[in-house]
């Protein structure tokens, strides 16, 4: 292991609890080295490697020096392009985006930043990303990867939607919050509406619009309030 160079620190995936672990099969070294270089070493029975790597189209040979792996294809991200959606995703996308921003509201109001900052990142993000990934894979012919968590997706939406989507990351600050959720509803409302003629869908504009007037309202809400409406 040394011989790799001076480890700065280290983790163990298969003694972690919080991963699964098949150490009859794999086990590996995640090391960060103190000339900035990382690893992620694995040692694996063969058995275990030729189903990973049938699973996984990305990985690449450098060395076979046993000719065990005669008949791997040659790399390509292709099972992480951004998959075409249906009209039924669409629109469960959109009832998902729309319905858990109540949630949101509700938090907001009662100023319990971190529910909020779990729904916003756990229910509602995915949703616009999801919109943003298809909007990117018809412009692409549904031929590219926007990378994890779409970290990619500047390098094909235009400055301008970019930047408005690096705006709906908050800050802990409950106006900021607001300012940001505002910003994501607006962005969201324009790429259905973009990209629905595409699918072939109606968008429930209907939906959106009590959504929105739904946060709106709760916004304007004084502290003291006992009910809604």
Same mark, same amino acid.
């Given at each position: ?121 756990y229910n509602v993000r995915p949703m ?38 690096? *705006? ?54 004084? *502290? ?6």
């Amino acid at each position: 292991m040394n011989g790799f160079g001076e480890r700065l620190y280290m983790q163990y995936p298969e003694e972690n609890t919080s991963y699964p672990a098949d150490v009859e099969n794999n086990y590996g070294w995640l090391i960060q080295f103190t000339d900035g270089n990382r690893l992620d070493l694995h040692v694996c029975t063969l058995e275990y490697y030729l189903k990973a790597i049938s699973e996984d189209k990305l990985c690449k040979v450098l060395l076979d020096k046993d000719k065990c792996l005669l008949n791997i294809q040659e790399s390509t991200d292709e099972d992480y392009w951004v998959k075409r959606s249906t009209a039924k995703e669409f629109l469960d996308t959109c009832n998902e985006y729309w319905w858990c921003l109540n949630n949101v509201a509700k938090g907001l109001w009662r100023e319990e930043i971190p529910y909020v900052m779990d729904i916003l990142n756990y229910n509602v993000r995915p949703m616009l990303v999801r919109l943003l990934e298809w909007k990117i894979g018809f412009a692409t012919n549904f031929a590219v990867s926007v990378g994890k968590s779409g970290k990619y997706m500047y390098k094909w939406l235009d400055q301008e939607e970019w930047n408005t989507f690096l *705006k709906t990351y908050p800050s802990g600050k409950v106006k900021e919050i607001w300012k940001s959720v505002f910003t994501m509803c607006n962005l969201f409302d324009d790429i259905a509406n973009e990209i629905a003629p595409k699918i072939n869908v109606t968008y429930n504009q209907l939906e959106a619009n009590n959504s929105m007037k739904f946060l709106k309202d709760v916004n304007l809400l004084p *502290k003291d309030a006992k009910e809604i409406y």
